[in-house]
Every structure is written in C-alpha cells, then in structure tokens.
C-alpha cells in the first residue's frame, strides 16, 4: 500500500450496531488517493453499513470518518457530505414517482433560479447518452426495469464531479455489455485522479478494476492488500475463513423421454417477445440467455404468471394455469425467483420465517391454520441450507443485508418443493459462497426430478445448465448445448453468431 | 413492563433465539416487535389516575360501561385495523353503521312507523342489516379493485351516498318502533355481562387468532406489506382483500345493531362522525395507515385508552369549557408515553 | 369551572321513593360551542344555588349522543339520583330512559322530547311555535307576496324538523303567494352564507329571510348582505326581512341596528330554571298534571301521560327588544 | 379530450418526446403524466349541466360566488396537499382555522365583547393570527420530526386540543366584535373581483411555480416519494417539511382569516368538520395519501369540482332530503370520469 500521503478516505474503528446485530465491529478501511479500491466480504459482513457511514448517512456508534485527514461533516450537514463524495448506494434510491432527469439531477437541477425543464433534459440526455442508457429522460423512473434503474443510479453519482465515489453492487443487476460500459467509465475516471470505492461478489471484476482490495468478515476487518499480491483462492478464504474450494457444475443426464414440466408453446407478447417455443423436460436445467432487451425476462415472467401472454400457451405439468395468474402457476407445482426482489420478492415487514413459507402456509396446519412452531422449524431449515445470515427465523427481511434478502426469495422458490422453477438472476448481490450454496440448491431440484429455467445476465451461472436457449430481440435464436465457451455464447447473445 | 417477553398475538414465531453477534442491546430489537403492547403501560396509568381520582371508577358497574359504551367503536375499529393493515382505507364504515340498521328496520316497520312501506317479515330484519353491511362492503370492494380506484376516495364517496341514503329514505327521522330483535342483542346480559361486550370479545379474539395464526389472515399482512411479493408467493391478492372489506361492512353492520339497541332507536345520524374516533383509536393503537402494520390487539388497546380517559374525564368533572383542550391533551401524552415505552419511531 | 363538592350523601341507592330534598342531581349539557347553549349552561349552577340543589359537576356530551348516553350513566353511577339532560338526537336514548326509570330515576329533558321512553318532565319551547311565529312575521310583512330563503338546520334534529314543517306548512296554508328556498344547512354558518350568496344572485329580488339559528346565521347574513349594499332600512323597497331564532344578545343588538327585524326569543333561563326545579321536585316526590302553571306556560300531555312545560317563546321585535326580562337582556 | 397534450404545470420535464422503446401503448404512458388535469373534463361536463339548469349560473356573478365561496376552502386544500405531497399529514389545519383568528381577535378586542382582557394594540391582531397559525405547524413539525411521532395521530390530538383551546378561551362564544382589519380582507374587492379571490390566484400561482420550478418545491416530491432516496442526494429533509408544516399553518390561519371577514364572526366551530372536505378535493384532485404524487393545479380542480357540486345544487333547489346522496354520488360519478379519461390507476 502506498503510504505516501495522507489517505483519500479513512473510516478509523468504527461500530455500528443495529439491536442484536453489530454490523460493524471496530472495522475501519484506507483508500489512497486515486486508487480504485475494492472492498469485499460475504453476505452481512458489513460492507453496505460502512458506505452508509462513509456517506453520511448514519452515525457510528464509535469510531470516525476522515476525508483527506479532516474530519468528515456533521450528519445534518447534507451538503457538506455531499462535496466529499458520491455513492451509488445498493438499495434503490430512485424516486418512482420523478422523471429520470428529474432523478439524475436530484437536488440540483438548477442553480439559483428556476429550473429550465428544458435544458434539464437536455443535460439528462447528454448524460444519459454518455453512458450508453437508453431511456427517455422525460419517462417517469418508476416505469424503468431494475437494470435501468441501476444504469440511472450509476449514471448519477459519476456525473456528479465528485473526487470520491462509492459503489456498492453496481454490476449486480447488468448485463455483460453494461459492466464492461462502467468499467469503462471507471477507468477514465481514475485516470482523472478520482478515487473510487467498489464492492462486488464478482471477485474477477475486483481484478480488473482495482488496484487493492480490503476485506471484512463478521462485521470485522480482516486485511488490506494490493490486488496483485492477493491471488483468488486468498482472498476467498480471507472472505469465507476457510479454504476455496472452486465450484463444479454435476455432471447430469436427462432421459430424453423425461416428461415436459414446464412448456411455452408459440407465445407472444407485443413489445417483449415473439413466437417462442421452449420445453424443459424434468431433470433438467435450461438456461436463458440474451442481453439488452432481448426479451428474456419477459418471457420468464410469462412462464410464471406475471403477464398473460397475447397470444400461445403456457403449461406447467401438463396443467395451463390461468394466464397473468401467479397464483395458479405455484399450484400447478412451479417455484419463482423474480428479478427484483425488493417488488414482488419479500415482504420486508414479515419475517424471514414467513417469507420464506409464504406460498407452503396451507401445508403447515390444518384448517387454514399456520403451525408458528413447523413454519419455524422449516425456516430454520432454509436458514442452515442456504446460509442466510440473520438473527433467527423471526427477523424482519427488510432489516437483512442485500444478498440475504436475496436467499430468502430463494428459499422461497424452493419451498414447495417445486417439480417446474423459474428463477431470475437468482445469484444477484449474492457471495461466491452462497452463490455456490443457491445454484446447488437449483441442481439439487433438479436432481429430485424438477426442471429449470434459469434466467441469467451471468455466464457462470449458466453452466450449470444443460443447453442454454438464447434469445435476441424476442426470439430465441438458438439452443446452445452444454460445454460451450464463453466468447461462443456471448456471441450468439450479442447477434453476431446467429445462424 | 418494557421487560415483557411474552409473545404477542400478531408476531407469532417472535421467540428470537440467541445468536453469535448478539452483543449488548439485544432486547431493543426484542421489544420493538411487541409494539401493540406499547400502551399497556397508559391504559394502566389510566386506570390508577381513574381510581385515585374516583373510587366508583374500579366498581364492576363502571368498568362494564366503559366497555359495553366501547362495544360498537371497538367492532369499526376492528374492521378498519383489518382494512388498513391490508394496505387500504374505509371511510364508509361510520355511514353503515347508520344505513343497515335503518335499512333493516324500515323494510320491515310498518309505514305508520316511518317505515318503507315494503313490510318484510320482521324475522329477516336482522339479516337484512348485516347482509347490507357486506353488500356495501362487496361494492365498496368491486369499485376499489376492478375499477382500480382510490379506496380512499371511493368510500368517502360512498360515505357521504349512504349517509345521504338514510336520510332519503327516513327523511331525517329517527326509526323508534324498532321491533324486540332489534332491541335483544343490545341489551341482553349473558352470564352477567352485556352480550354486546361478549360479542366483542369473542370478535377480536377470533380477529386475532386468525390474523395472527392463519393463512388468510397473515396473507393481509403481506398485502399491505408488498401486493407484488404477495401476488408472487401465489396470495390471491385481490380475493383477500375483497374478503376484509365484506367482513369489515359485515362488522360495521353489528356495529349497527348493537348501537340500535343499546340506544333504542335508528337515530338519522347515527355513527355520524364516529370514523374520526376509529381511525384515531387504530393509529393509536400502533396499526399503521400504510398497510402492513399493527395488531387487533394493538388497536383493541387503543380503543380502551381513548374510553378510559372519556370515561375519567365525566368522574372527575372536568369543566365544560376546557374538557376537549383536556382529552385532546391527554391522548398527545399517551402517545407520547407509548412511543417512549415501545422505544421505536411512530408512522 | 365549577366544584361543587360533593358531600357523601347518606340515602343508600335504590330506594323506591326517595325522601324529600334528598339525592344529587346530575345534569348533562349537550354543548359548548353554541351561545345559546353557553348562556343555559351559565344559567345552571347558578339557579341550582337559588334552589338548594345538590348538583354534580355537569358533564359535557359534545353534541354527540352516545357520548350523552355514557355521561348520564356515569353520572348514575357516581349517585345521582336525578338527571337533567339536553338530547340532542332525541331517538337515541330511548333505551337509556328505560334504564334510568328501571333504577326510579327521574329525568328531566330540556329542549328537545325523547321520541320514546319514561321522562318526569320536558321542559322546552315549542318549536313548531317557533317556525309558525316566524312564517307569519314574514307573511304580514311582505304582503303575502315575494321570495324568502330558509336557513333549515339539519334534517335529522328534531328542533330543526320542527321549525321547518311547521313554517312550510303555515306558508303554503296562509301565504301561498311566497315562494321559500328551503336551504339545508347542517347548521354551519359557512353552507348558509354560500347557500344565500348564490340564491342572491339567482334571485336579486329576495325579500325575507328566516334564520332557524341566529347564533349560527346571524353574522354570515349580515356580512354578506352588508358586502351585497342589501342592508338597508325597512323603508327601502330593497329591504329583505329577517327574522332570527333564539335570543341572543347579538341578536337584539341588530334588532336595534335594524340590521334584523325579528327574533324568537329561546329561553335558555327558563330551560335551566325550570328543569332544575323539575328536578328538585321529582326528588321531593311532587307530581304534576297537565294544564297552566304559575309561570305563564302550559303543561300538556303529549301523549302516554308524558308531560311537557311548553314554556313561552316571545317573538321579539323593534317594540320590545329592550324589554329587560328578556334573557338576552340579562347576559353579563 | 383524453388526447390532450397541454403540459400542465406540475409536472415539468414531461414533454411526451417521441419514443425508441414505445411500442404500441405510447398514449397511455403519455397519458398517465397528465393525471392533473383528469378533472378537466369533468369540471367541464359540470359547466355544461350548470349553464343547463340554469342560465343564471353562467353569470359572472354566480362564478365569482362559486370561487369566493370556495377560497378558505382552496387555502386548506394547498396547505394539505403540499404536506401531503411530503409524505405527511396535517389534520389539524380546520382546528387553526378556528383558532387562530380566534386569538387574534381575543387578545385585542375588550373582555366585554368576549375578548381574553389582555386589550393588545388591535393592529397586533392579524400579525398574531398568522403568528399563531405558523407556531401551531412549528409545534406539529416538532413532535413530527424530533421526537418522531406519527404525524396522523400528532394532528389528530392537535386537531382536538386546538378546538378544545378555542372553546376554552372564548368559553364557546362566538366573537361577534371584530376589529375592522378583521373584516377587510374577507370583503375588500379589487380590481373588481373580491380580495381573497386573488389572494388565492397568488398563493396557487406561487405554490405551482415553487413545487413546479424551484429545487426546493421539487425536494419536497423527493422526500414525499423516497426520504432516504432524498436526504442521500443532499436535501435537507428535516428542515423542508418542518417549512411545509410551517406554510401550511400559515395557510390555514390565512384562510381563517377569510373566513372571519366573509362570515362576519369568530364561530365557536369555525373550520370544523372541513378537513375530510379538505381531503376529498386533494385526493380527487389527484393527490396521493402516500406521498411524492400529485399536483397543486390537480388539487384546485379537486376544489373547483367541489365547490361547482355545490352550487349546481344550490341552484337546482334539490330537496334536502335527498341532497346528501345526490352530492355524493356526483362526487363519486366525476371519479369514475376522472379515472376513465385519465386512464391510470389511482392510488
Ligand atoms: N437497518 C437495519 N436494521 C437491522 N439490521 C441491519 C440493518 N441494516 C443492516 N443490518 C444488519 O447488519 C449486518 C450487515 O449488513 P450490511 O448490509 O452492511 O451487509 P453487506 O456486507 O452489505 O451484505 P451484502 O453483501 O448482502 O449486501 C447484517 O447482518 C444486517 O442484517
Ligand atoms: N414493464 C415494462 N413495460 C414496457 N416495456 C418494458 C417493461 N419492461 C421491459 N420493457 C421493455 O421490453 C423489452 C424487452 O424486455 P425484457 O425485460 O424482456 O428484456 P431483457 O431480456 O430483460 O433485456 P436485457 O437483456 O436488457 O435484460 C425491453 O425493451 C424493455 O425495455
Ligand atoms: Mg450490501
Ligand atoms: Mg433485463
């Protein structure tokens, strides 16, 4: 580390307890002037509180924050935190009801006078251009996909000037082609001598970005390092307190008279996508692939009920549920992981325990009654499987970091022991550990005879699958058996290879 | 009081076990969950404030009438914590109060006696004045959901049409010739207590259970908590909450009958202005008007605290002049009381 | 605020006819936001000393009845062994009077008449009386002929039920020649004074007005036809007759200022005077039978032997608005 | 009508620019901006039954009627909507529009017409009663924000001790002595219009241009949608809604004011019972109970709509037995219109 000047950024001894949970336990982080640093850890470690306190949104319990050897500003001092420094925080903070412009310039549309609309567009089209989003910036924000919504946010705290940026999971809900735009811009951004804070569970993305790295495990600081002297496998076990061991996709064989659990038979939804055929036989992982607006989700949302299709079918073993019906998609036996798990995956008043069985209530008591001692033993269950990291099955999910929040929509999914399961990005915000845990929990339903459709941005996770279908502005393109390589598949998802 | 760890009704599977990073202030987070207790502690300072200041306070004859006086307040607020805690609103409650009474009543009363005119057999009275409570509640319902419009607006709309019904149809006359089913319920005693109250309690206690135990009534939760994730986890969102407002029109309706009784005549104005008191006593009682939030039990407290003080205020005799400027005063401290005691901020 | 302290009286409760004098009276007012209603409530402890009673600290229900209802019982159970009370919405306590006579425990209602139920005595005015003082004031004066707006109170109270048939009734009997706005109002000064405003100038040519409450109407009427230049003396072709209901003492100020032109004077001391001594008699196990009384009023029977003290209502105008035994004339 | 494309005033940076990812249902999302001026069509279906009725109602008479009688009204209704657009609520506005002229008015005039007996200077008097209105939201700002109490229920007991301090201090007397500068503002014409008319032409025209075009009217939209989303882009949040509070008190005592001078009096009750008819015309006017949606333009059709109910009935001599439900069900019917022609969902 070069000790030269005084850091950019210093966090000393900080603590932050939230009740039970001590978030943050004596941690402290040094960024160099300049330097693009990483700071990773897993699922709860305490990586998002400590942005939260370097942005000056909360106080520590203990502890300071220095900017440049100063001490940071009061917490009532907005604008003072704001000259410092500029995050791109990992819960949304897009304002639905707002037009994007509106939310790119938050609080600054203008200077002293009126605000020009106009020319406020403008500038938000510039930006908008800049970073290669393709939205209208007079389209209201809550109309915006999660990706979309990410681009903004990122959009906004980079245009903003400031000489350090945070970002906490930006990549966690872009595509390949959208990482590689922001690393773009990151790296220019550094060559302006701006320093940066970047957290990822994409530990490749860390090498390629950062120049050293800092890690946290249980709300503690467990070591800082240059990039280049900290290979892989240390840092995973500097993460996870153990040693790496890499993840390996089962070998599987599906009987090709398995039967068809999960089919879409000439569907189509205006705008989304056209004439899509697709099986997924039991024992089977079929991966869906594409990138921008490739129709993909679209189509995955159909297969589960949150859309009716314009026209086709949909069955779900053997049974068409009614289409545009979530409800009657689970009862014929499908499992969801939706998108965006803060719209229709929790609910973050309820516990975890009640989240997670949401959909198998009417198999814990009789008469409609819900046993809290079987829904408890259940969640503990889920809990212990998936490793979500919390205070006990009772814990709201909103008090719960992102990635945890992410298990819980997945045990979710699996609770009912699905036979069909569409899962959306379900590895998003998650850690190499849990992700391990997650897409093993996907091959294990499989295993038991379920079939798959799993929806991803990330190559990685579609190894586990057995053919990849691609789509390309909404059609599938092509089918790409397992064993593929990854300039092959990006290939086909970006048309090039299309035949 | 703030030590308690007894599991509350509404936050059922609420033991938090120990944990490893559990360091120091475990029981603020235990004790936030057990915010529908947070007035325990006012409505026992109420008590003591009321016996100190009265001895007739603690006699069985008064405590029975602040109940059996809270009868019909506590049967809305019950439908309104259910409707808010699903994550919409009902103004329309206070107005059925008045219309299914007087709708039941008048269809069977002969003209002579402000009635209709219709002369329905008199032993449909009463099931006529509940189903009305749900056929409000079902259109209440249909306007909300299939129409999508704003629950609030729609039944302040529908407050002010059937209110505006009552008066049509009685011209503003108070209904006395009620006939003697009309008048049973609210004044008959079962086992030495008014049945009104023996109705209340079996009410909420079948309320809370099911909110708090069973699969459609923790389902409200979700609703108002996230309709999407609901929806998602296979809730029939829409079904659900239809329900709560058939039940909670069914509610306002034995509201209706009970006050009809108890007061012994359909007054034109009956339940007028009573909404205030039940959205005050809900919010009071920790049930949060954005969905999701809150207990029966939470608000049960919250219609006690609000008749306990009415019920001190008249022992002590207050002055005329200055009884709002005290009530309104008092309700500000126990809230203040029960946002300290519960530790947590308010919304 | 009054303290009445109350001496534990040693008559234990139930007895079925209690000794004479003995026994607190308790008393409900039904509001405090109205001046008439504020002057009775003045009124009251104050005659209560006049007339040796034992009286509890009054409660105050509101205007709300079934805060009325739990008032009263609390006054009960605190030992009250006489209740004055003021319902507002006189259907509602049917039940309550029931109770009360199940325990031998005379009420006395002032101002309105339970539609059902056991009372000792009704002390009010007779406000059909009132509508019917007013309709031929504004027929005699305007000729028979012209167009009056009507202030009605609000459907569902009794005393503005009253005021309205009766004035429509003796308007189309004697006056057919009047066309009258009936304006709903609720009581509130806001709905009259929009409701005038716009029925001026639908129609420039009203020429009567007749407010069924002056404490509520009075000054809205008079500030809008002042800002209209339609406060102008009775001479003046454009003049619009007003007659008011009530009493009060703004009332007879504009009496004077010509500003109204009548009012029905409401006796809020004989309200308190008499329902207290109502009281005091029931509990001195007096009873009363329909005919005159000493006090220039009638008792009738209005049926099932309930009796009523229909106590006078002077119509007050020009000629005798300073007559000094006016209760508008006794305030302060 | 529904193809519309006026931008209105509230929500700028809406220009409905051609589209790359429209496809099909451009309109709709074009549309669903112009949710503001969905009572448009409605206010002029009502002119038209109007002028119908009645030839006298097109008179610039009546129309000047119609908006005087609806200014304290439309006061309210900008205070309300402004917290309600910052995520809070101010039940208490109708008690200070009591109040606040109330002790303005008391403190100067003798204690012989009812006064207080502290005979201040009566030029002091209107400079108080706007004093008072704005302490009165300081003081609701504070609990909200310091100690962090529900705002529904903090104006609730406000709402209660506020009238109960009116009663209190007047005894329940009306204040029939009022001060000439009480009454000049509620009668005063200009320009041939009456004064509050314009005084509620400035405050719309000023409220639409800051919540439309200033950063601080927009930070309030920000911190009525997302706080957290807020306070991380820089605003100060506390601060802004405690001036929200703060205006909307002002407001409401302005509109006391008016109120006082076109009625000619202090009533007892002034202002009460207006907060639902507040809420009514906010909400119908398209403003959100959940905050960070809506607009002052919206909320003044919300009135408009209100207030030509109003007249057309006054004017069409409905019977007051069946006016109520008349009335309600207009209001209900323009919903449902303002529903279909906007074409979104309300909320
Ligand atoms: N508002 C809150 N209330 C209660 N507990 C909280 C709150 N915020 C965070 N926590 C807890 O603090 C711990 C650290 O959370 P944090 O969000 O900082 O984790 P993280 O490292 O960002 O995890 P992830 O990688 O999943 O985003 C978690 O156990 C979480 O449950
Ligand atoms: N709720 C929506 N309403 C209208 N259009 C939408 C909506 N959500 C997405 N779209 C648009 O529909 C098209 C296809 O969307 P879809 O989400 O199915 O593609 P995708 O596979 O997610 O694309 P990507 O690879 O960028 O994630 C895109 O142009 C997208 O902007
Ligand atoms: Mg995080
Ligand atoms: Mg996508």
């Known amino acids: 580390m070069p000790e030269s000047a005084t850091p950019a950024v210093e966090a000393r001894s900080v603590t932050k307890r939230f009740g039970p949970t001590t978030a943050l336990d004596d941690a402290g982080i040094v960024i160099s002037e300049g330097e693009t640093h990483a700071l990773v850890g897993r699922n709860g470690a305490g990586k998002s509180t400590l942005v939260s306190i370097l942005t000056g949104l909360q106080r520590p319990d203990q502890g300071e924050v220095l900017f440049a050897g100063r001490p940071a500003p009061s917490v009532a001092d907005r604008d003072g935190w704001r000259r410092q420094v500029a995050c791109v925080y990992q819960k949304s903070t897009i304002i639905p009801a707002l037009t994007v412009a509106e939310n790119l310039f938050l609080n600054r549309q203008s200077g002293h006078g009126p605000i020009n609309w106009r020319s406020l567009r403008a500038r938000a089209r510039d930006v908008l251009d800049q970073y290669g989003v393709d939205v209208d910036a007079g389209r209201l924000a809550g109309d915006l996909d999660v990706e979309q919504r990410q681009l903004l946010e990122i959009a906004r705290a980079l245009s903003f000037g400031a000489r350090f940026i945070i970002l906490d999971e930006p990549t966690a809900r872009l595509d390949g082609p959208a990482i590689e735009r922001l690393f773009e811009r990151m790296r220019a951004l550094r060559s302006q001598g701006v320093t940066m804070m970047f957290i990822s569970h994409h530990l490749e993305e860390v090498y390629q970005v950062c120049q050293s790295v800092t890690v946290f495990r249980d709300a503690r600081h467990i070591l800082t390092s240059a990039v280049e002297d900290l290979p892989h496998e240390e840092l995973v076990s500097a993460m996870t307190g153990e040693a790496a061991a890499g993840y390996q996709a089962r070998s599987r064989t599906t009987a090709t008279d398995a039967a068809v659990v999960l089919s879409a038979e000439n569907l189509s939804l205006a705008g989304r996508y056209q004439d899509v055929d697709l099986a997924v036989r039991a024992g089977e992982i079929v991966g869906l692939a594409g990138s921008g607006s490739s129709g993909k989700i679209g189509l995955a949302e159909t297969l589960v009920g949150l859309h009716a299709a314009d026209s086709g079918t949909v069955r779900v073993n053997g049974d068409r549920p009614r289409p545009g019906d979530v409800s009657s998609a689970l009862r014929a036996g499908l499992g969801f992981v939706p998108q965006d798990r803060h719209k229709e995956g929790f609910v973050p008043l309820l516990s975890v325990a009640e989240n997670a069985t949401l959909p198998i209530a009417h198999k814990l008591g009789r008469f409609g009654a819900v046993s809290p001692v079987l829904r408890r033993a259940r969640a503990e269950r889920m809990i212990e499987d998936l490793a979500i990291k919390t205070t006990g099955p009772s814990q709201p999910v909103g008090d719960l970091s992102g990635g945890n929040a992410q298990k819980v929509v997945m045990a979710r999914a699996l609770a009912d022991d699905p036979t069909a399961l569409v899962v959306i990005n379900p590895t998003s915000g998650v850690d190499v550990r849990a992700k391990q845990a997650l897409l093993g929990a996907v091959e294990d339903a499989a295993e038991r005879g379920a079939g798959a459709v799993l929806v991803s941005d990330e190559l990685d996770d579609l190894r586990i699958c057995d053919r990849v279908v691609v789509m390309f502005h909404g059609r599938i393109v092509k089918e790409v058996p397992r064993g593929w390589a990854d300039a092959e598949l990006v290939a086909v998802m970006e048309g090039v290879d299309a035949r | 009081m703030t030590e308690t760890t007894v599991a509350s ?120 004045c509940l189903l009305i409570g749900v056929m409000i509640g079902a259109f209440n319902g249909l306007l909300i959901l299939r129409f999508k419009l704003s629950a609030f607006i729609v039944t302040l709309g529908m407050l002010i049409v059937l209110r505006g019904l009552q008066i049509g149809f009685t011209g503003g006359q108070n209904l006395f010739a009620l006939p003697e089913s009309f008048l049973y319920l609210g004044n008959a005693r079962w086992l030495g207590l008014p049945a009104s109250i023996w109705i209340c309690a079996v009410a909420y206690a079948a309320g809370i259970v099911v909110l708090g135990y069973f699969r459609h009534g923790r389902s409200i939760y979700a609703i ?124 | 605020g009054s303290s009445t302290s109350t001496t534990p009286s040693a008559s234990a409760g139930g007895s079925s006819a209690p000794a004479a004098g003995g026994g607190k009276v308790g008393i409900d007012f039904p509001r405090a936001d109205s001046d008439f209603w504020n002057s009775y409530n003045k009124y009251v402890p104050q005659f209560a000393g006049e007339l040796g009673i034992d009286l509890m600290p009054p409660t105050n229900s509101q205007n709300d009845v079934a805060r009325l209802v739990s008032n009263t019982q609390a006054l009960v159970s605190q030992g009250a062994k006489a209740i004055v009370m003021a319902p507002q919405d006189t259907g509602a306590i049917a039940t309550t009077l029931d109770q009360f006579a199940s325990k031998n425990i005379p009420v006395v209602t002032v101002d309105t008449r339970p539609d059902k139920g056991k009372t000792f005595m009704v002390v009010r005015a007779d406000n059909r009386a009132y509508g019917e003082k007013a309709c031929k004031f504004l027929g005699d004066k305007l000729k028979g002929k012209g167009k009056v707006v ?25 006056y057919p020649g009047i066309t009258v706005f009936a304006e709903p109002t609720e009581w509130e000064g806001t709905k009259a004074s929009a409701a005038l405003q716009t029925r001026l100038t639908q129609h420039p040519d009203i020429n009567g007005i007749y407010m069924q409450a002056g404490g509520v109407f009075l000054a809205p009427t008079i500030q809008l036809l002042k800002s209209k230049n339609l406060l102008v003396p009775p001479t003046d072709p454009k003049h619009i007759f007003i007659v008011s209901n009530d009493g009060i003492p703004q009332e007879f100020q504009a009496i004077r200022d010509g500003q109204i032109d009548a009012t029905v004077s ?67």
């Open chain 2, 224 to 347: 108002g908590g996230n309709v999407d994730a609901a929806r998602a986890a296979g809730v029939r969102t829409d079904r659900v909450v239809w329900a709560v407002f058939m039940i909670g029109g069914f509610l306002a309706a034995l509201a209706g009958l009970l006050m009809t009784g108890r007061l012994g005549s359909v007054a034109a104005a009956q339940g007028d202005g009573m909404i205030f008191t039940v959205f005050a006593a809900a919010v009071i009682g920790g049930v949060s008007l954005d969905g999701g939030k809150g207990t029966l039990f939470g608000a049960l407290c919250g219609v006690l605290v609000l008749g306990l003080i009415n019920n001190i205020l008249t022992l002590a005799g207050v002055s005329a002049q200055w009884i709002q400027a005290i009530y309104g005063g008092i309700i500000l401290i126990a809230l203040m009381l029960a946002r300290v005691t519960s530790g947590k901020a308010q919304d």
């Open chain 3, 150 to 174: 009507e202030f009605q109170g609000s459907l569902s109270s009794v005393n503005g039920r009253d005021r309205s048939e009766a004035f429509a009734e003796c308007m189309k009997a004697n």
């Open chain 3, 266 to 332: 409401q006796p809020a001391d004989l309200y308190a005077k008499w329902a207290l001594s109502y009281a005091k008699a029931a509990l001195e196990g007096k009873t009363f039978a329909p005919g005159k009384t000493d006090h220039d009023s009638t008792i009738v029977d209005v049926g099932g032997g309930r009796l009523e003290d229909q106590l006078a209502a002077p119509l007050v105008t020009k000629e005798n608005v300073d007559d000094p035994n006016l209760w508008g004339n006794q305030v302060k």
């Open chain 2, 9 to 128: 009704p509404g936050t059922p599977g609420g033991s938090p076990g120990p944990r490893d990073t559990t360091r120091g202030e475990g029981s603020g987070l235990r004790l936030a969950r057990f915010r529908d207790l947070a007035l325990v502690p006012a409505i026992l300072l109420l008590m003591v404030v009321g016996a100190l200041l009265e001895p007739a306070f603690l006699s069985g004859d008064n405590l029975t009438n602040v109940l059996q006086q809270q009868t019909e307040l506590s049967l809305l607020v019950l439908a309104e914590a259910m409707i808010l805690i699903a994550g919409k609103f009902d103004l329309s409650l206070e107005s059925t109060v008045g219309l299914a009474p007087a709708l039941g009543v008048g269809l069977v009363i002969p003209i002579a006696s402000n009635g209709i005119g219709t002369d329905l057999p008199v032993a449909l009275g009463i099931p006529i």
